[in-house]
């Protein structure tokens, strides 16, 4: 059984015309022990959809099911095995951090102590402070050891790394690989490319309330192009008549140009019958893949051409 | 300068006016009705009389000056209308002054080209311009009675000299203290300070019943609603005393100012300490974080009952004390406890349990609509991500509420059998137990209003809360002197309160009221742990 399961998700917020169609038939499938990257522009309804899933916001259509059970109906059998980080954490201020970590952990069960011990050390949160002088850094630390403290089945982070310095995004990263050693799932939303594209298995991207693409990182880099600076003796005009290559430029003497992935064979085969005294060959970022479809006019238009970096 | 006071002036574009034209029509309105109701001269001449040998009334209501129509009128309304300036004045300085760095808001503001000190000083331009505003109202309200209008000037003038006081007041507990809550339960305890002050002193002022006034005590001229007192618009129409409010202005205003000067964003003078690093063993529930965050301000709400349930057992026994033809006395305090008996102590006892019923309320509804921060705050989010359902978290803000209800009124009930027992008087004692607290289902009714809103209605909840309950109240404690009609007067729970001992005659009728009133309540909170469960969280 898949962790997550959401078919044709609809979420409309509010009445009439001021109303917003903010989830507008998204499917996302989250299996059971991966650690899936969930992407979008701002505003794409990533929140929104994990708060669907947290059974704090009911679906105006389609379905939504987390370990197979209802998230609106059967919201504590879900959330006893489930770990929340949301992007924005907000605290009590009159609570201490320690007494924060304490009382979330407890709605769950209790912390495993010596776990919380290490976690307070390795993300270097001082417990005794009051949450009010707490920055905005230390106010997300909170909540991730209160998600990592006690073991969960599921964790749900909603760009939790955002206002993290590197070193604590590190710990991060080595605690969501520990989790998930450990058999846990982990629905990821982030902006940071860099985090998503080294935890992930398979990530969702998602627009304007649907989903764009679902998949490996490595099946969708299929989709995207390789950049190729070559120096040869092929004419450009022969290159640039070869099935697949893009945006043909002469630069420093080089041949710059994109090729589809597809492509690639017949295209190498032609340069290397040309002869080759120089060779970059830059592979699809998951940068350029998100420029692409962030930068779609619409979802389904065709592809434009990827920006050479 | 000109763009952050037009944003001020935009943020507080509902509430203020609410406040401005709230407290300028309760004048106009009670104004009109004093000069309706007591309008021969004969007959303000006895209520006076009976007034200066009841301190109890003059701790209510301030200090009489003379048999004009005018001073009567002022009175009556000015203690009570003074202390709604004040609250309007300190929150309106939390709002724009912790609030407003709390939320963050400071920081964008002070990023841009701003100097350091236009925020704290566009406050003061808006808070002061909302007194002139409110003067210049209050001064029509009070001609509109057919009042003199030089005394009605002295009046208006009275009411913005405390305004701006507790502006001062309420700027500099913005400086002082760390969150916004802390710094609205400052400003307001120190208005309701205010208020005590004067009614201890004008209680144990010297009558002088030939001119029908009373000379107060010192503690009254420690307070800035006693130095208005002290105005006596209409007759004596004295400004000295107001400057006495002006320095207090200027003084806390400037202290406010110089501390805004020196100190860091986000600072504050008085310290924080530091919290343990681990949760106590109650914390680890909905429940029991709900008895966390309200503890500290039941604990505030509690020394009031205190010292209101003292306060009132002394009284009561000077009410009881004073041995006069007492039927005139006897319609004012029935018409204040709603209550048809003619025996002065009881009807007494019933007028102050009524008001305490209605702090009880306040301290639950406090209680219960901190739900609706929790929820715009983000925390509920991060809390109901958890096994607790929202039905559940609801109904523990809603136990802890009636807690807090219940604490208010049994310490005060107990406190005033204290002081009932200390002048040998036990049966009297039982009685202020006994009437406190029938008072609780009354309560219990607000606090489940306000469950129901936060089910219902989250956006506008708090406003629509309170609103209700201000209603309430004003039906309650002055439905008869604003002579609005029966209707109206039955729709106020407070009205439904029965007097103790209850009526052997009307046995029935007494716990009825109290079955109904109990009953409403339960099903309200009812509905509100179903309602909650079935709706989104909405920030
Ligand atoms: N309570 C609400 N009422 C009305 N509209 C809402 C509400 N919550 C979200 N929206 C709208 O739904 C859309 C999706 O918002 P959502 O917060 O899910 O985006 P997101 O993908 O998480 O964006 P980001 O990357 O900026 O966090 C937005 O257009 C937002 O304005
Ligand atoms: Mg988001």
């Given at each position: 059984m898949d962790a997550i399961e959401v078919l044709g998700l609809v979420k409309v917020f509010g009445r009439g015309r001021s109303s917003t169609r903010a989830l507008d038939g998204l499917d996302l499938t989250v299996r059971t022990g991966e650690v899936h990257g969930f992407l979008g522009p701002n505003g794409a309804g990533k929140s929104t959809t994990i708060r669907v899933l947290l059974g704090q916001l009911r679906s105006s259509g389609g379905s939504a099911s987390v370990f197979g059970r209802n998230p609106w109906d059967d919201s504590v059998a879900i959330h006893r095995d489930l770990a929340y980080v949301p992007g924005d954490v907000s605290l009590w201020p009159n609570l201490s951090g320690g007494e924060i970590i304490d009382l979330l952990t407890r709605l769950r069960g209790g912390a495993d102590a010596a776990l919380r011990t290490r976690l307070l050390g390795d993300f270097q949160l001082d417990p005794t402070k009051k949450a009010r002088s707490y920055s905005k850094g230390n106010r997300q630390k909170v909540a991730l050891i209160a998600a990592f403290a006690r073991r969960a089945e599921l964790y749900v982070f909603d760009e939790p790394t955002s206002g993290l310095d590197p070193v604590m995004e590190s710990v991060f990263r080595a605690e969501v690989e520990r989790v998930t050693r450990d058999g846990a799932t982990v629905l990821l939303s982030s902006h940071i490319l860099s985090e998503v594209e080294q935890l992930c298995e398979r990530v969702t991207i998602i627009r304007a309330g649907r989903t764009v693409e679902s998949g490996t990182l490595a099946s969708l880099r299929h989709l995207t192009r390789t950049s190729f600076h070559v120096g040869t003796a092929a004419a450009a005009d022969d290159i640039a008549r070869l099935p697949g290559v893009h945006d043909l430029a002469t630069e420093a003497g080089q041949l710059v140009f994109d090729v589809d992935t597809d492509s690639m064979t017949g295209v190498l085969a032609a340069l290397t019958a040309a002869g080759i005294t120089s060779l970059t060959v830059t592979p699809p970022s998951l940068e350029e893949l998100f420029l692409r479809h962030y930068g779609d006019p619409k979802p389904d238009a065709p592809a434009v051409p990827v920006d050479a970096r | 300068m000109i763009q952050l006071l037009a944003l001020r002036i935009r943020r507080d574009r509902v509430i203020l006016p609410i406040w401005i034209f709230g407290i300028a029509l309760l004048l106009t309105a009670s104004a009109a009705s004093v000069s309706t109701t007591f309008g021969d001269e004969a007959g303000r001449r006895q209520i006076l009389q009976l007034a200066l040998a009841t301190p109890a009334l003059i701790a209510l209501r301030g200090v009489p000056n003379g048999v004009e129509l005018g001073s009567a009128v002022y009175f009556q309304v000015y203690a009570f209308l003074a202390v709604a300036v004040g609250l309007m004045n300190t929150f309106l300085a939390t709002r724009h002054g912790r609030a407003e760095e709390e939320r963050g808001q400071r920081e964008l503001i002070t990023a841009a080209p701003v100097r350091r000190m236009t925020p704290i000083l566009s406050t003061i331009i808006l808070g002061v311009g909302a007194n002139l505003l409110l003067g210049v109202l209050s001064t029509a309200g009070f001609a509109a009675a057919g009042l003199p209008l030089g005394g009605s000037l002295v009046g208006a003038a009275a009411l913005v000299a405390a305004g701006l006081a507790f502006l001062g007041v309420g700027l500099l507990a913005s400086e002082l203290t760390a969150s916004s809550r802390a710094a609205n339960s400052l400003g307001a305890t120190l208005v309701l300070i205010a208020y005590a002050l004067r009614g201890a002193g004008d209680a144990l002022g010297t009558p002088d019943l030939d001119r029908l006034t009373l000379s107060a005590a010192w503690p009254s001229w420690l307070s800035p609603i006693g130095w208005g007192e002290q105005a006596f618009a209409f007759t004596a129409d004295d400004l000295r005393p107001l400057t006495l409010s002006l320095a207090l202005a200027v003084l806390t205003g400037g202290a406010a100012l110089v501390i805004a000067a020196r100190r860091d964003l986000g600072a504050s003078l008085l310290p924080e300490r530091r919290r343990p690093a681990s949760a106590g063993r109650l914390l680890g529930s909905t429940l029991g974080l709900a008895w966390r965050l309200q503890w500290p301000s039941l604990l505030g709400w509690t020394v009031g009952a205190a010292v209101l349930g003292a306060v009132s057992g002394a009284l009561a026994n000077s009410v009881g004390s004073a041995t006069f033809e007492n039927s005139a006395i006897n319609d004012v305090l029935q018409s204040l406890a709603h209550t048809s008996r003619d025996d002065v102590v009881t009807a007494f006892i019933a007028a102050i349990m009524s008001l305490v019923g209605i702090l009880a309320a306040a301290a639950g509804l406090q209680a219960m609509l901190r739900l609706r921060d929790e929820e715009t705050g983000g925390r509920a989010e991060l809390l109901l991500?958890?096994?607790?359902?929202r039905g559940g978290w609801l109904l523990a803000s809603a136990g802890v509420a009636t807690a807090s209800t219940t604490v208010v009124i049994v310490v005060t009930g107990l406190t005033a059998w204290a002081a009932f027992l200390a002048m040998r008087e036990p049966g009297l004692g039982a009685q202020s137990i006994g009437q406190a607290l029938v008072e609780l289902p009354m309560a219990m009714v607000f606090v489940s209003i306000g469950a129901v809103a936060l089910a219902v209605l989250p956006r506008i909840s708090i406003a629509a809360t309170w609103a209700l309950f201000a209603i309430g109240v004003v039906i309650g404690l002055f439905g008869d002197l604003l002579q609005l009609p029966d209707a109206a007067l039955e729709?106020?729970?407070?009205?439904h309160v029965p007097t103790v001992p209850f009526p052997a005659d009307d046995l029935g009728g007494a716990w009825a009221d109290i079955g109904v009133l109990t009953a409403i309540a339960a099903a309200l909170i009812a509905v509100a742990t179903w309602a909650v469960q079935r709706r989104d969280l909405t920030a």
């Open positions: - | 991500s958890g096994p607790p359902r729709a106020s729970p407070i009205r």
